[in-house]
């Protein structure tokens, strides 16, 4: 082998491993606790002197093995009620049907765990979802017998 062939070959080699890197570091990164994004919204037609209604929104769960299996969720649910949150809102994507899962959980399985969130006024979740039609009722035990409020 000739010294600029040597040369090229291990100059090659960290790009070589810098996919892999970038990959480990993106599967660590999904594993780790969610971050918790405070924000504060003024709404023009909030009551004046009306107490803030404090939301919590959790959106895109995708329970599946073996990033985001039940037991993780159950670890983030106390987390989530730590936060005081007057309502609960569940956006859907809540469990996952990807290829290289090495265990899928059926809706009422994965999702079991939501059924301990607390929202001082309730949580809402949408009846129409592609996550709730896996098992045909609303898993996650929340918006059960409770709709939001609409102005008519």
């Known amino acids: 082998m000739t010294p600029t062939r040597r040369k090229i070959i291990w100059a090659a080699m960290p790009l070589a491993a810098l996919p892999l890197a970038i990959a480990t570091y993106m599967y660590a990164n999904a594993l780790r606790d969610p971050v918790i994004r405070r924000a504060t919204i003024e709404m023009p037609d909030w009551p004046r002197g009306a ?46 049907d990807k290829r290289s899962a090495t265990r899928t ?5 994965g999702l079991a765990p939501l059924s301990g969130l607390r929202g001082r006024r309730g949580g809402y979740a949408p009846r129409q979802s592609r996550s709730l039609a896996r098992g045909g009722r609303n898993q996650a035990g929340v918006a059960q017998g409770k709709r939001p409020h609409s102005r008519q």
Request: hydrophobic fraction near 45%.
């Open 51 to 96: 107490t803030p209604l404090r939301v919590a929104l959790l959106s895109d769960i995708h329970v599946v093995g073996p990033d985001m299996p039940p037991r993780r969720l159950a670890r983030i649910v106390p987390r989530v009620n730590g936060l005081n949150a007057d309502v609960i809102l569940l956006a859907g994507d809540y469990v996952s």
């Open 105 to 109: 959980y059926s809706g009422a399985e």
